[in-house]
């Protein structure tokens, strides 16, 4: 087991230190001492709750540029690679942060996921399956929000911190499994608009017209019902843990050299909250960066896209690890699909789904493995090939989950994970 | 529509055939030769006497193409590669005695190589840059760069000793360029920001040609730079292409743009687009001294363009107490916007342009294309 | 075994002596009813029985004008003895102002999606809307205006909103008249004919394009506004992203289905009625870009995509789902009914109040909410039982108003001011917040979403906290002010829900009004029935 799979599970003295004292010891297997779970304390780390960290980077980001460079191909472009603290490991150029964190990172460079499309694709990254007319499948935050969440907590399970703002998607990622498990929209990593109690109100006399709320519903579902009104009811309740959990949000705490670290750009703030979130017990946050759909002028935009990410990335890596979780909170780092080896007229690359790579790390999976591998050209996998249901099993198994499993719904047994897929034990600790 | 009986005109005449500046014909480009390689093509250019021309390929290599012609007047086109980068070049360079090839590559490495031998190799290298180079020029002994890191960067010929170097732009540098008469630097960045320096570092002039950039919202990322640009004959203004009017900078959207100022005073003199809209990236720009501008694009295929270049000066701006209203009085001029210019003559490209140049006694053209091949035309 | 004409007529003869009301419903509604049930034979003993009489007040009232009725009006309605009231009250609310007024907010949600105003004002557009509407102008009619009025004339030019603030980017316009128009989502037909859909080619998108092609903004120096010009030349050529070997295509302007129309033969100089200058904007002698007015409202498609469209928001979904998806791999999932639907709107030659009275009259529409045993797990896509959905975002901010009383108390405050135009705009302006938070991004077509951020509002902001204050004439002064509790929950019950309240819910506003802060337990249950689903929703 590596360091970083150390568990910091209970009472030993090291966890009466404050965690701030904690940052000189750790990495030199301290807390690789067997306890036994005995008792759970408040204190979080002692839990062994997990969660997961899923960072999307929208519109296909180029493996090519990111995690399988082929410098010297003709489909290489301009960059080249660097090594990376994972040895034998290289990534591209434009990651030079990250490249110090790969010890903590394990690459999948054998994904097919056989799908060009910016709405397919999304949906396979997220649920693990393709799009099938007769069944919607849940998004991996879903289940995470149904599994992996502490009975009690009282944070929305599925978080999703969206660029810019308005409002995304909602209850239907949760399908089956329910709208309570469905994603709820933090607009720009900000805290949401309205989460104070009316004029003052004191919170018990808002709990009882809450109390009335819901009675009103129960009568009027019980006659009368649908997928639609679950999730409207839902929402006030949402409403009302994240009011619960307000000072998540307020950043002003966080201190001036690591906000400096992440950077004041949106990313750089929303992975501050991503960790706020987590922390404070959110079993999934999703962040996403946008946009990487170079169809023209790849390597330029890469460039740009790249630099914004690269070090609020590693610097949340190292911060979760500081802090103690993250060999609990699972990491992935994913996209719609890759781009193509084939450098288009326009310096561009497009759509790419046969040979790509993501990024996983954290909770359940080995820094430093690589798992699959594609020709010179990037343009076929001939090692270890593997599709969005592989990927699906390996975050089940990451979190201590069984892919074998089944839901039911209306009685009806339906596997947990593509029958095609199967967890890739290369990458699981 | 109603067709309305029309009071009688005169009978309109015939339009003009397309304009011929002496010595030079646009609309019949002799193809002087097709010099095929075998990776995509990133730049061109002519060494100062015009006998070789240089390209650079999509697998790091430089070509050294040799045109000189045969008793028949055909150009064979003979071609060395040339490797020494380990990257992409885009900016290529000479000193003005014929004696080096100065490349500078994505890798930030600066080489020098001898020019027009039979098996070039790198003789002196500086690691000018932290990132990409974009641009270069040589005056004298001066060999200039700008980079990625914002970075201007002097080094000396013949063995790139270092020279000043500062941080010049908050952004990447797309173009680094001495004035003719070597006495100031012009750069300009993604941006559009165009700088002029003095001999000491000192910047004496900042330009913001803020239609070739657009900070796409849409998809969180910046277009723009000034992708190629021309002395005028009298060195005194600058002629700057790229892409403008980005409506989806992720796909190309947007229509090529020659902005031209008079660097020396800070004025803008025109704006050079086509009549036809083109989506694309005006990648090449030269200015000719018979009295036109040449721009070239590619995106949507590959088009070439020529505008006159007397642009009449934009008229004066109205004083604080004049209404903005259309006068009557035409003593009076009203308060103008550079007026967009169209080109006399227009010929649509075989393939999707990726440089331009122009040899130094402009008589020939050198295109180099996407598809790998630069082709040279006669201009006259 | 019955034949089938003999089952059809048994049907309807069921239906028909089952609701009374439907006796003399108009033929579109008969013919609606009919339709359906040829493509579900068996709606006849499927079909849940009817809705009551207040849960169809409710329903026709959200519908036809937007908002709710009253308490009063409640229980007028459902003391009426008139047989013919359901159709009456169909008629009387189809010729209210309020009627034009909530179906200009309709249209306007479907085809300017919430763009914001950019060189036409919104006021002027939602006048010319209304206008139209309470005029039944036919709705072919008002789309041609869209299509071909090119802002020069102050009168007309509010009709030119839908071009002019999508800024003629023709890309844009392409896809927004495909979509919202002919029920075709084009825009992947842009690179190459569509992937998966064979009806939806590149020749397609390339055809409407080409009626815009020559088309461009002119900044009128005059005028000093935007208007639309147009050159007499411009071709559209087009190569797909599939295609190898690049070929390139010309197209001439047609609509999907429809004839291309080639350009006259005109000399060179015979071009233009008025050519393009820097002053003057371009006119040419054959309009491509008037020609699309013409070719769109000739056909089938929009006649088809109005029917659809129109049943999808009285029902809650469209017969052809989604609405922009109408093609032969998406079948809709009654047939004949959308026949019917689209013949009659072509008979009635473009009515739209013709099209909403039979729906409304139809017994498919007045169908009760509640499931009967037996019935298919999809039996509201089947039609077989209303639909439970979710209010529009007009609709919900209407509803919170109204039912908090605020235009009660307004109507009390204007005294003899108080006309429908000095209403309107009051009841608008309150509703804003909550359809601004309820609304889709602009360039999005609605759709319902249950976000955090919006129970939030609803919880927590002000400005539902402000209606519940209580003021002379609106909800919370007239229960406060009600001496009989039994009356005190029937009007609120009435006001809130358009029903009766059971035996609990009366003990509860019993137990509210003899609270000792009275007034404080008063608004937090009229918060409480106003933030349940039932408020949320209808059917």
Redesign the interface.
């Known amino acids: 087991m590596s360091a970083s799979m150390a568990r910091y599970a209970c009472n030993s003295t090291e966890h009466t230190l404050s965690r701030r004292g904690m940052l000189g010891v750790l990495g030199g297997g301290v807390a690789t001492a067997a306890c036994g779970t005995g008792n759970l304390l408040a204190n979080p780390l002692a839990k062994q709750h997990k969660r997961v960290l899923m960072v999307f980077l929208s519109?296909g980001v180029s493996q090519l540029e990111t995690w399988d460079p082929k410098?010297?191909a003709?489909t290489g472009g301009?960059?080249?690679a660097i090594p990376t603290s994972a040895p034998g490991v290289h990534i591209c150029e434009l990651l030079p942060h990250t490249a110090m964190q790969m010890h903590r990172l394990a690459l999948v460079r054998g994904l097919n996921t056989a799908e060009d499309d910016h709405g397919k694709g999304h949906y396979i990254m997220h649920t693990g399956r393709k799009q099938e007319p007769s069944l919607e499948y849940p998004h991996i935050g879903s289940v995470a929000a149904k599994f992996v969440a502490e009975e009690e907590n009282p944070l929305?399970g599925y978080l999703n911190i969206v660029?810019g703002g308005?409002?995304g998607a909602?209850?239907a990622d949760a399908t089956f499994l329910g709208?309570k498990y469905?994603s709820?929209?933090i607009?720009d990593g900000r805290a949401?608009?309205?989460?104070?109690?009316?004029?003052g109100m004191d919170p018990q006399?808002d709990l009882?017209?809450?109390e009335?709320?819901r009675?009103?519903?129960q009568?009027?579902?019980a006659?009368?019902?649908?997928a639609?009104?679950e999730?409207?009811?839902?929402?006030?309740d949402?409403?009302?843990q994240?009011?619960k959990k307000k000072a998540l949000f307020d950043v002003s705490t966080e201190p001036a050299k690591l906000s400096a670290s992440y950077g004041t750009h949106d990313f750089g703030r929303h992975c501050v909250m991503a960790r706020r979130l987590l922390e404070g017990g959110a079993p999934f946050v999703k962040i996403s960066h946008?946009?990487y759909?170079?169809?023209?002028?790849n390597f330029?935009?890469h460039?740009?896209?790249l630099a914004e990410f690269d070090r609020p990335f590693a610097t949340l890596l190292e911060d979760l690890h500081q802090r103690g979780l993250l060999s609990s909170t699972l990491v992935m780092v994913v996209s719609e699909f890759g781009r193509t080896p084939g450098?288009n007229?326009?310096y561009?690359r497009d759509h790419w789904s046969k040979a790509w790579s993501v990024a996983l790390g954290g909770c359940g999976i080995i820094g430093g493995a690589v798992s699959g591998k594609t020709n010179a050209q990037g343009t076929v996998v001939v090692d270890r090939q593997v599709n969005g249901g592989h990927l699906f099993a390996t975050y089940l198994k990451a979190l201590g989950l069984d892919p074998a499993k089944k839901y039911y719904v209306d009685q009806r047994p339906i596997p947990m994970v593509d029958p095609t897929g199967s967890p890739i034990s290369e990458v699981l600790a | 529509m109603q067709d309305k009986a029309k009071p009688k005109e005169a009978p309109k005449p015939p339009p003009p055939p397309p304009e011929s500046i002496p010595g030079f014909h646009l609309a019949t480009l002799k193809q002087a030769a097709e010099l095929k390689n075998g990776?995509?093509l990133l730049a061109c250019r002519f060494s100062p006497n015009g006998r070789w021309l240089y390209t650079s390929a999509?697998?790091?290599t430089i070509q050294q193409w040799d045109l000189t012609a045969d008793k028949d007047g055909k150009i064979a086109g003979k071609k060395v590669d040339m490797a020494g980068h380990?990257?992409?070049t885009r900016a290529i360079g000479f000193s003005a005695d014929n004696k080096w090839l100065i490349t500078a590559g994505?890798?930030g490495l600066l080489l020098t190589w001898p020019l027009g031998v039979p098996f070039p190799e790198p003789v002196r290298q500086a690691q000018a840059h932290t990132?990409?180079i974009r641009g270069v020029d040589c005056h004298g002994e001066r060999v200039l760069t700008g980079g990625?890191d914002g970075r201007l960067a002097i080094h000396l010929l013949p063995d790139l000793r270092p020279g000043k170097a500062w941080q010049a732009h908050g952004c990447?540098i797309y173009q680094a360029s001495f004035s003719p008469d070597g006495k100031f630097i012009l750069s300009a960045d993604l941006k559009g920001r165009l700088k002029v320096w003095d001999g000491s570092g000192q910047m004496v002039r900042e330009f913001a040609l803020s239609a070739l950039h657009k900070y796409d919202a849409?998809?969180?990322?910046?277009?723009g730079g000034v992708r190629a640009w021309s002395f005028s004959p009298d060195g005194a203004s600058i002629a700057c292409s790229g892409i403008t009017n980005v409506s989806n900078?992720?796909?190309?959207v947007g229509n090529p743009l020659i902005l031209v100022a008079n660097w020396t005073t800070g004025e803008m003199r025109a704006e050079l687009r086509s009549k036809e809209a083109f989506q694309?990236?005006g990648w090449g720009v030269a200015w000719h001294k018979a009295g036109f501008i040449l721009g070239s694009a590619?995106?949507n295929g590959g088009m070439l363009w020529a505008w006159k270049d007397d642009f009449k000066p934009p008229a004066a701006p109205l004083k604080k107490d004049e209404k903005k209203e259309p006068t009557k009085d035409p003593k009076k001029p009203e308060e103008k916007k550079l007026e967009p210019l169209n080109e006399f003559v227009a010929q649509k490209l075989p393939d999707?342009v990726r440089d331009m140049a122009l040899s130094a006694d402009g008589k020939r053209l050198a295109i180099a294309y996407?598809?790998g091949v630069a082709r040279v035309y006669t201009l006259a | 075994m019955l034949s089938p004409r003999l089952l059809l007529s048994v049907a309807c003869w069921t239906l028909v002596s089952v609701g009374s009301t439907l006796a003399q419903a108009p033929p579109l509604a008969q013919s609606i009813d009919q339709a359906i049930a040829r493509d579900e034979p068996r709606v006849a003993s499927l079909a849940s029985s009817p809705s009551d009489d207040l849960t169809f007040l409710r329903r026709v009232h959200l519908d036809l004008v937007g908002g709710l009725p009253s308490a009063d009006e409640a229980r007028a309605f459902a003391a009426d003895k008139d047989s013919a009231k359901r159709l009456k009250l169909i008629d009387r609310l189809l010729a209210s102002p309020d009627h034009a007024w909530h179906w200009a907010r309709v249209l306007d949600a479907w085809w300017m999606e919430r763009r914001p105003a950019k060189n036409v004002e919104a006021k002027p557009w939602m006048e010319w809307l209304r206008d139209g509407l309470a005029k039944n102008r036919p709705l072919d009619a008002m789309v041609r205006d869209i299509l071909t009025v090119d802002g020069t004339d102050e009168k007309t030019r509010a009709a030119a909103r839908f071009v002019l603030d999508r800024e003629l980017d023709t890309h844009l316009l392409v896809r927004d008249i495909s979509r919202l128009f002919l029920g075709a989502n084009l825009q992947c037909a842009q690179c190459h004919d569509h992937p998966r859909i064979d009806d939806y080619k590149q020749e397609h998108y390339h055809g409407l394009l080409a009626y815009y092609q020559r088309t461009y903004l002119f900044d009128d120096p005059k005028l000093k506004k935007k208007v639309l010009a147009e050159k007499a030349e411009g071709e559209v050529e087009f190569q797909s992203v599939f295609d190898k070997a690049k070929k390139t295509h010309k197209r001439s302007p047609g609509v999907p289905g429809g004839m291309e129309r080639k350009d006259p033969m005109l000399a060179k100089d015979q071009l233009y009625i008025s050519a393009p200058t820097k002053e003057a904007r371009g006119v040419p002698k054959h309009s491509r870009r008037l020609l699309l007015a013409k070719d769109l409202t000739e056909g089938r498609a929009l006649a088809r995509n109005f029917a659809n469209r129109f049943w999808a928001q009285l029902m809650g979904k469209g017969i052809v789902h989604p609405l922009d998806q109408i093609h032969g791999d998406n079948p809709p999932s009654h047939p004949a009914l959308l026949d019917t639907l689209t013949e009659g709107l072509l008979a009635a030659k473009y009515d739209h109040k013709a099209l909403l009275r039979g729906i409304c009259a139809s017994a498919a529409y007045q169908r009760g909410?509640?499931a009967k045993p037996g019935q298919p797990k999809d039996a509201e896509d089947r039609l077989l039982v209303a639909r439970?959905r979710?209010l529009g975002p007009e609709q919900m901010g209407d509803a919170l108003v109204i039912a908090t009383g605020f235009m009660d108390a307004e109507r009390k405050a204007l005294g003899a001011k108080a006309t429908p135009e000095a209403l309107l705009p009051k009841l608008e302006g309150q509703a804003a917040p909550f359809v601004n938070r309820l609304a889709a991004?602009a360039g999005n077509p609605d759709q319902?979403?249950?976000?955090?951020?919006?129970?939030?509002?609803?919880?927590?902001?002000?400005h539902l906290?402000g209606l519940l204050n209580a003021r002379a004439g609106n909800l919370m002064d007239t229960v406060l002010k009600e001496k009989d509790a039994a009356r005190a929950a029937e009007t609120l019950y009435l006001t809130v829900f358009t029903r009766l309240p059971?035996a609990?819910?009366k003990a509860?506003v019993a137990r509210v009004l003899g609270a000792q802060d009275k007034q404080?337990a008063l608004r937090?249950?009229v918060?409480?029935?106003l933030?349940?689903?039932?408020f949320?929703?209808v059917?």
């Open positions: 519109g410098p010297g003709s301009p960059f080249r929305p660029p308005g409002g909602n209850a709208p469905g709820v929209t607009s949401p608009e309205n989460i104070d109690r009316p004029g006399r009882a017209r809450h009335m709320r009675a009103a519903d009568r009027f579902l006659r009368r019902k649908s639609m009104t999730a409207y009811t839902q929402s006030y949402q409403a009302l994240l009011m946008t946009n759909d170079t169809h023209h002028e330029d935009f460039i740009e896209q450098i007229r326009n561009g | 990776s995509p999509q697998d790091n380990a990257s992409w994505y890798d990132g990409w990625n990447h849409g998809f969180g990322a910046d277009i900078a992720f796909a190309g694309g990236t590619g995106g999707n996407q598809g | 909410g509640d439970l979710p991004p319902f979403e249950a976000r955090l951020d919006q129970a939030l509002f609803l919880a927590n902001h002000g906290q059971s609990e819910e509860e404080g937090d249950l918060w409480a029935l933030g349940s689903a039932e949320r929703f059917g």
